[in-house]
Every structure is written in structure tokens, then in C-alpha cells.
């Protein structure tokens, strides 16, 4: 039995079935077709003031936390968690390659010829390339020793026997009262974060450098997860002109070897699922990838307590697939009880996240959050996402705004735009929790690849300096700073 909508989703049908060579004919009709700011200098301007903006607000951000009698609590290089090291490395010529190649129009002209099977191998080798080549700025080691650090998931993974009777004591070791309480990140996040390295252990993955690669790898697959949606939804041409500011950036200086990155991925395969049960042919199969969609965002949720944002980005997809139409609203139930499918397997086991929050919230505020002043982080926050994005981020939201202002009216009219609005949201959210003083470049990982299709909209002329401004920034981080991640 089809749904509703099969009926007038030609297009999806079509972007399934396309070969490679229709597929780089529809690339060609579709640019063709956009709202292109090449067509128009207004995107242009919009695009430097938002970039102008971004910039200002790291410089204040980095004035303000230095002024005399201001401690925002983040170290010497605040706002950025990380220290002043000046430094090259084993990786600095290949990124010096990779920055070289993104000041070339080749990064567009491959994704546009590549076939689809190819382009998402490609997208995924050349976003793995990027974060090696930055993270062996400071050698084997920039793979190899963060994830050894005490306060990481794996030393504590290391220790554990009996997955059972991890999930049952959880709760009882986050406190900082407890007599073996939790490092700090393993306390931060629900066990599911600990469970995938204690899964690598077991497989024999356990050294810091065998799990620093497996984070890599699946790192790796956040571009292709936001193309496959695009896909999903009927715009894959238009995600091949945006996934070369996914791949070539400075979000990837947190995304090696940080366990963030690996929420990231399993956040952006959920909305991807999302997405193609949304334009699922059949309501079987539509229901089918709802559940799937649901068990993904109960896997969020148990990687990290503010991933369960991750679902105003599947509610994006599924409206973005079939607009404001009442079959959301049931897909949306259907997504609902294969989270609840999630949870409440885990609260069985011992782990019952309503519980376990309240516990989290407490030592949040006995640690470093109750120094951090939220007057300073609550835009503070914005100037880190402002790094991490890469300014230009700012500068695409401002050449975008009106058309992502006209979403609210019709998602399923610019599908790509209606997934910025969700991410957003998402960020606003987030950002106003007070959840997140600090640490953002980080913590927002998996909600930057969808803020960045906001790039759609930069002028293509423009594209090539925005790209190498971006990859850049991310080379001039990590050859200046030392993270912890």
C-alpha cells in the first residue's frame, strides 16, 4: 500500500534510479535551476557581512576572556580549550597539499563527475585524508595518545568485565562524592559513550592508536551520511556543490580522534534513516525505517545527554521529505517507540536515563560549570561554534536567511534548508540550557555538517576562497594550539 505522498515524490524515484551520467546531467540542470548568488551580488554581501560577524565575535570573544579581572575558567587560549604550542609536523605537508588542492576548482569538478558509488567513497577517503593529515601535525601521537589520557573513555573501558554490572553501578559513580567515581568524561555521558570502547577492547581495538583510526574511520562517514539524505530527499545535486565544505574544514581538528565525532556519525545516519523513511515508497517500509530511526536516536541519546536534540533534525527530515502533512505526525510515533524500544531496554539492564540525568546535572554544577560565567558563554559559545564551523558558516546563514525564514511555511519546498532550520534550532536549544558553557567546538559536532548546508547558498564564485578560508583556519589550529581532543 503507498502513502499518501508516493504519489508526488517523482523526484525521489528519480534521484534513486539516476546513473552516472544522468546524474551529472541533473548536477549541471539543478545549478542551473538554484537560487544561485553568482546570479546576484546581494548573496555576495550578505555572505562577507556574516562572515565579518563570525570573525568579531571570536576577536570579542578572545578580548573579553583575556581583560583583567576576567576568568572565564578555559585555560590560555580561551575561549578554545587548549594551550598555545606553535608547531609542524609529519602532517603539515600533505594538509598543505589538501589546502593547495581546495584552492583549485577540482574539489567541485570531482564531486560533480564522480558517480554516486564512487563520490561517497571518495567524499569519505578525502575526509579521512583531512583529519589524519592535521592530526600528524604533532605525529603518531596526535592519533595515538589522546584518547590514553585519564580522563578518556578507554582507560576506564579497559577495566571493565561485566558489561551487566557496569550499567547497574552507572549512576551510583557519577557523583564527585563517590569513592570511585567516574572520570570526567565517562560521568558526562551515558554508558553507551563507555560501551563502544569497551567493545573495541574486546575486539582487540583497545590500544590508543587502533581506537584512535576506528574513531577516524567512522568520523569519516558524517559527509556521506548528510549526502546520502540529500539523496534521500531529492537533492543530491545540490549536496554535491556543498560536500567539499564537509570534508575541508576546522571541525575536523576535534573530529580526530574525538569521541564527539563518533556521536556525530551516529547522530547524522539517524537523520539520514530519518529521511528515507520519509520517501519510502510504501508505508511498510516507511514504518520500518521509522523504528530504525527511532532505535538510532535512543542510540543517541544513551552516547551523550544532549544528543536527544538530535531529534528536531529528524523531525526536520521527515518534514522536509513530506511537509506539513499529518503522515509526519504518525511517523513521528513510530520514531518515538523505537526510542522508547532503546530506553527502556537500558533501564531494564539498570541504566535508567530519567534518573541518571538529575545525577549528571548535579556534578556538572559541582565541577567547573558553576565557575564558568554564562553571561560570557552563553555567546561565547557562538564565537566557538563560529572555529569550529569555520566563519564562513556565519556568512552562508546570512546569504540563506530569507529563503530559511520561508521554510516555516513550506519545508518540503528547499529540503537542504529546511535541515539548517532544524540545526538551528538545535544549537539554540543547546546553547541556552546553559548544559554546554565551553567546550562546544567539541559538543556541537554532530549538529555542524547540518548547519554547513547553509553553504548552498554561497555565490560560486565565492566558493573556492570560502573553502580554502575554511581549511585554512583548520591548519592554522592545530599547528597553534594543543586540544585535548
Known amino acids: 500500500m503507498t502513502t499518501p505522498r508516493a504519489a508526488t515524490a517523482p523526484t525521489h524515484a528519480t534521484a534513486h534510479s539516476a546513473t552516472p551520467t544522468a546524474t551529472a546531467t541533473a548536477t549541471a540542470t539543478a545549478t542551473d535551476h538554484e537560487p544561485r548568488a553568482d546570479g546576484g551580488s546581494r548573496n555576495g554581501r550578505a555572505l562577507l557581512r556574516g562572515v565579518l560577524v563570525a570573525i568579531s565575535l571570536i576577536t570579542a570573544a578572545v578580548v573579553v576572556a583575556h581583560l583583567p579581572g576576567v576568568n572565564v575558567h578555559a585555560g590560555a587560549a580561551a575561549p578554545l580549550q587548549a594551550a598555545w604550542s606553535p608547531r609542524v609536523g609529519v602532517g603539515t605537508l600533505p594538509a598543505l597539499g589538501l589546502l593547495g588542492w581546495a584552492a583549485t576548482p577540482h574539489p567541485w569538478t570531482v564531486m560533480a563527475r564522480l558517480g554516486w558509488g564512487r563520490l561517497l567513497l571518495a567524499v569519505w577517503a578525502l575526509s579521512v585524508a583531512w ?10 601521537d ?50 553507551g559513550a563507555l560501551l563502544f570502547f569497551v567493545a573495541l577492547v574486546h575486539l582487540g581495538l583497545g590500544s590508543g592508536l587502533a581506537a584512535g583510526l576506528v574513531v577516524v574511520a567512522v568520523a569519516g562517514t558524517v559527509p556521506v551520511a548528510v549526502a546520502v539524505t540529500c ?33 556525530a556519525a551516529v547522530a547524522a545516519w539517524t537523520v539520514a534513516v530519518a529521511a528515507l523513511s520519509g520517501t519510502a515508497p510504501t508505508r511498510v517500509r516507511s514504518s520500518a525505517l521509522a523504528v530504525a530511526t527511532g532505535l538510532g536516536l535512543g542510540g543517541c541519546a544513551m552516547l551523550s545527554y544532549g544528543l536527544p536534540l538530535v531529534v528536531v533534525l529528524v523531525l526536520a ?29 537500558s533501564a531494564w539492564s539498570g541504566f535508567a536515563y530519567w534518573r541518571a540525568y538529575p545525577v549528571l546535572h548535579q556534578r556538572y554544577w559541582d565541577g567547573l560549570a558553576s565557575a564558568r560565567p554564562a553571561w560570557y558563554w552563553v555567546w561565547a559559545n557562538l564565537a566557538l561554534l563560529a572555529v569550529c564551523a569555520g566563519p564562513v558558516l556565519f556568512g552562508a546563514l546570512a546569504a540563506s536567511a530569507r529563503r530559511l525564514r520561508a521554510t516555516a511555511h513550506r519545508p518540503d519546498g528547499d529540503p537542504v534548508l529546511t535541515l539548517v532550520v532544524g ?13 554546554s558553557k565551553a567546550e562546544v567546538e567539541r559538543i556541537w559536532l554532530p549538529f555542524v555538517p547540518w548547519l554547513l548546508l547553509a553553504t548552498v547558498m554561497v555565490p560560486v564564485r565565492a566558493r573556492r576562497w570560502a573553502l580554502v578560508g575554511q581549511a585554512a583556519l583548520g591548519l592554522l589550529v592545530q599547528s597553534l594550539l594543543v586540544t585535548p581532543w
Open 231 to 263: 539523496r534521500a530527499l531529492g537533492h543530491d545535486a545540490r549536496a554535491r556543490g556543498v560536500l567539499p565544505f564537509l570534508v575541508l574544514g576546522p571541525f575536523a581538528v576535534w573530529q580526530a580522534v574525538s569521541a564527539d565525532a563518533v556521536f
Open 131 to 140: 583529519m589524519v593529515s592535521l592530526a600528524l601535525v604533532d605525529g603518531v
Open 423 to 435: 540545526a538551528v534550532l538545535a544549537i539554540v536549544v543547546a546553547d541556552l540550557s546553559l548544559m
Open 142 to 191: 596526535g592519533i595515538g595518545t589522546v584518547l590514553d589520557h585519564d580522563t578518556e573513555y578507554l582507560v576506564s573501558a579497559r577495566g571493565v568485565g561485566d558489561t551487566g554490572e557496569l550499567l547497574r553501578s552507572f549512576i551510583g559513580r557519577i557523583p564527585l562524592t563517590a569513592n570511585d567515581n567516574w572520570p570526567v568524561h565517562v560521568a558526562g555521558h551515558p554508558p
Open 317 to 345: 527530515a521527515l518534514v522536509a521529505a513530506r511537509g506539513w502533512h499529518r503522515d509526519v505526525v504518525a511517523l513521528a510515533a513510530v520514531v518515538a517507540v523505537g526510542a522508547g524500544v532503546v530506553l527502556g531496554a
